[in-house]
């Protein structure tokens, strides 16, 4: 009996040990590669609204980026419109926000 319980106990703690390590799905996450046609700085500084010209499928994608150093090279204007990037965003409901944004050339 004794057994039987030790191994229901041993049982238990490694479904709820696999569940607390698998990450919940709420948002996806992309990458594309394409030109910067607008930048627009919000007015405290601290978020960017981009709009880049994917450069596979032609088709032009609105990112939110938040990260103060993306944030300094917008101000610095080391990265300007017309610039090459690569980036990941997470999309979640309506808004894609930036997981990483640089230029493919550097920088």
Not at 9 to 15: D, F, P, Q, T
Not at 35 to 60: F, P, R
């Amino acid at each position: 009996m004794k057994k039987i319980l030790l191994m229901i106990v041993v049982m238990a703690l490694v479904v709820f040990s696999s569940l607390a390590v698998v990450k919940t799905a709420s948002a996806e996450e992309f990458k594309i590669t394409g030109t910067i046609t607008k930048i627009e700085l919000a007015a405290d500084g601290k978020s960017a609204v981009t709009v880049l010209k994917d450069s596979k499928s032609e088709v032009s994608v609105t990112i939110t980026v938040t990260d103060e150093l993306t944030l300094d090279k917008f101000k610095d204007k080391r990265i300007v419109e017309g610039d090459e990037i690569r980036t990941k965003y997470e999309k979640s409901g309506d808004t894609n926000t930036s997981k990483m944004f640089k230029k493919t050339a550097g920088c």
